[in-house]
């Protein structure tokens, strides 16, 4: 086998990480449906459910950390899948809505591990001309999880046990697919194990690349040596800076709404005018099209275009998309808002046609109270589909993918797994928040500013981007290390 090929072979391998996780965030929306019923869940039953798989990750995420250190990648992605199939299995077989929510949390420890593992493997093996589409290749999994998930929901309803059941494939594939991929060479070398470092170098690079990279990595670690304890990595300029960054981007990542469209998407359509059921589910299934679609973007051009520019491009495209969806539903909120004083007027509203709380949005976002009559006009149907599907498409060309490719390859190598950990933390934590205040934010200040706030969020992000964050493509690791180093008086280093 061609070294190319090898290296490729590993990269898809451990994109399977990607898959548990996509699986899991789009089969849930499928399996409520029929779960509420089973376990006579409450809203807040169903949200408990639901976020356990998010408490999951955040917990796995920290404790990958310490497990990637000690064992390495290979070990860490390999533990994932078998807890991920304990999860899965588990959560097909619960009796009960407790033991149903801690099998989610133990699928969520799963995918917390894989989002550290995962990048932070493959980066370290990965050639740096090819770096960043190798880990790019774990958000398309994502993203490919995610439509399969609805593709199984729509074929295998109301077998909800079918669906949770399913998402063992995936944590088989990686489990045992893992247990024939090498050992990262900087985790091989990092325990003194030099000469079966040489020889993954040798198997996965170049002969030139891989002597250099064998005397950047004794050359990290020699100057690392004095360092006793984990936390003193950070004690480096270059470490922090990573850390600064990536964690940043990374809570970002869900401040700008990503999975509040993804959950929402029909919900959305239904609300703009898209009342038949078909057509909003139809309008979502292109959602998920466009966002795997997208993603091979990045897979092209990441390495030669660079990160930089295809995270403010991806960045203005949201920050527009949002904004005008923002404007869009203004006019929504507003007519809402009148119909709720006419009833309330009336005074034959009942309470909960009397809140705004429930005339807003809050009535897309709740299934039950679903609009039976068109609400919104076509065109402002057709606008918002196209929002949404620029939003997307910005999004999983660049936010999404780029987030890992630099969380995977940022750190120097004594801070690479605290610090992948800590910002898989803060996404898993973000993504928790936004989930849980989502509905509340549309019932309080209603969907039109619920987008513009997301706007905003964006807005920031761009900002960051464009003072902070240095170009990183085709750097060796060693690289970037010194140049995250290197005292900088505009705050950023090597922009193009
Ligand atoms: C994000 C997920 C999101 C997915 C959508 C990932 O990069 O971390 O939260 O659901 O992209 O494609």
Redesign the pocket.
Same mark, same amino acid.
């Given at each position: 086998m061609s070294k190319n090929t090898y290296v490729m072979l590993i990269a898809i391998m451990t994109a399977c990480g990607g898959l548990l996780?996509?699986y899991d965030?789009g089969v849930i929306s499928g399996a409520l449906l029929f779960l509420g019923k089973k376990f006579s869940l409450t809203d807040q039953g169903q949200e408990v459910v639901t976020s356990a798989v998010l408490v999951g990750s955040f917990l796995g995420a920290l404790g990958a950390g310490w497990y990637t250190r000690r064992f390495g990648g290979r070990s860490a992605n390999m533990l994932a899948g078998a807890i991920f199939v304990v999860g899965a299995f588990a959560s097909a077989a619960s009796g009960s809505a407790e033991t149903l929510t801690m099998s989610r949390l133990l699928v969520g420890i799963g995918i917390g591990i894989t989002a550290v593992a995962a990048p932070l493997y493959v980066a370290e093996i990965a050639p740096p001309d090819r770096r960043g589409m190798m880990i790019t290749l774990y958000?398309l999994f !994502?993203?490919i999880g *995610?439509m399969v998930s609805y593709i199984v929901d729509l074929a295998s309803a109301p077998h909800w046990r079918v669906m949770f059941g399913l998402g063992a494939v995936p944590g088989v594939v990686l489990a045992v697919g893992m247990s024939f991929m090498p050992s990262s060479p900087r985790w091989l070398a990092s325990r003194g194990r030099m000469a079966e470092a040489k020889k993954v170098l040798d198997r996965t690079l170049e002969p030139a690349l891989a002597e250099s990279a064998l005397r950047d990595i004794q050359a990290d670690l020699d100057s690392q040596k004095s360092q006793s304890h984990w936390w003193l990595a950070f004690r480096s300029r270059a470490a922090r800076r990573a850390l600064v960054i990536t964690t940043t981007l990374a809570v970002f990542?869900?401040l700008i709404g !990503?999975?509040a469209i *993804?959950y929402y998407a029909p919900r959305i359509f239904q609300k703009a005018g898209f009342v038949d059921e078909k057509a909003a589910l139809w309008a979502t299934l292109v959602v998920g099209l466009v966002?795997v679609v997208a993603t091979f973007i990045t897979i092209g051009m990441v390495d030669k275009t660079g990160r930089r520019k295809l995270l403010i491009w991806g960045l203005a495209g949201m920050v527009t998309s949002l904004g005008i969806l923002g404007i869009a539903f203004k006019q929504f909120d507003n007519s809402d808002n009148q119909k709720t004083s006419q009833q309330a007027s009336a005074a034959t509203a009942t309470t909960t046609a009397a809140t705004p709380a429930a005339s807003t949005f809050a009535d897309v976002a709740s299934p039950k109270d679903l609009p039976s009559t068109p609400e919104g006009s076509e065109s402002l149907a057709w606008l918002t589909l196209v929002c949404v599907i620029v939003y997307i498409a910005c999004?999983?060309f660049s936010?999404?993918?780029l987030?890992?490719v630099l969380i995977g390859e940022m750190f120097p190598l004594q801070a690479r797994c605290t610090g992948n950990a800590i910002a898989c933390g803060g996404?898993y934590f973000a993504?928790f928040i936004v989930g849980a205040t989502f509905l509340s934010m549309l019932t309080a200040f209603g969907a039109s500013n619920t987008f513009l706030l997301f706007a905003s969020m964006a807005m920031f992000a761009l900002l960051f981007v464009l003072f902070f964050l240095p170009e990183t493509a085709g750097r060796t690791l060693e690289e970037i290390e010194r140049d995250l180093g290197e005292p900088s008086s505009s705050g950023h280093v090597r922009t193009s």
């Open positions: 996780f996509g965030v958000q !994502i993203t *995610i990542q869900q !990503i999975n *993804i966002n999004f999983a936010m999404g993918p987030v890992w996404n993504n």
